[in-house]
């Protein structure tokens, strides 16, 4: 069974920085995503990374969110810039199924961590 662990969640002032981890039991070399859920929202993908590297951000957090894995260390990250309000969520990690490419569709997502809030304040 796949354990994904969140870590580095927390409250930080607009335009303040974040990074999240994401300790996974195994499967890193597979597709990984971060998603985040806001009060009252549906979940959205906010950053996907596929086995090769390739990325794919949703145009919310582009030029202000990296997501990067270290298969070695089975840790998939989320270094979050430049925050603002509209960021406040649980973010949440994935790993996709061994046929899942870079995507945000979270269906395409098998195993899911508990979660770690972000809170930004204005």
């Known amino acids: 069974q796949v354990q994904l662990v969140e870590s580095g969640g927390g409250s930080v002032q607009a335009g303040g920085s974040l990074l999240l981890s994401c300790a996974a039991s195994t499967y890193t070399d597979r597709t990984m995503g971060w998603f985040r859920q806001a009060p009252g929202k549906e979940r959205e993908g906010v950053a996907v990374i596929s086995s090769s590297g390739s990325t794919i951000y949703a145009d919310s957090v582009k030029g202000r969110f990296t997501i990067s894995k270290d298969v070695a260390k089975n840790t998939l990250y989320l270094q979050m810039n430049s925050l603002k309000p509209e960021d406040t969520a649980m973010y949440y990690c994935?790993?996709?199924?061994?046929?899942?490419?870079?995507?945000?569709?979270?269906?395409?997502?098998?195993?899911w961590g508990q979660g770690t809030q972000v809170t930004v304040s204005s």
């Open positions: 994935a790993v996709g199924y061994r046929w899942t490419r870079p995507e945000l569709d979270q269906s395409k997502f098998a195993y």
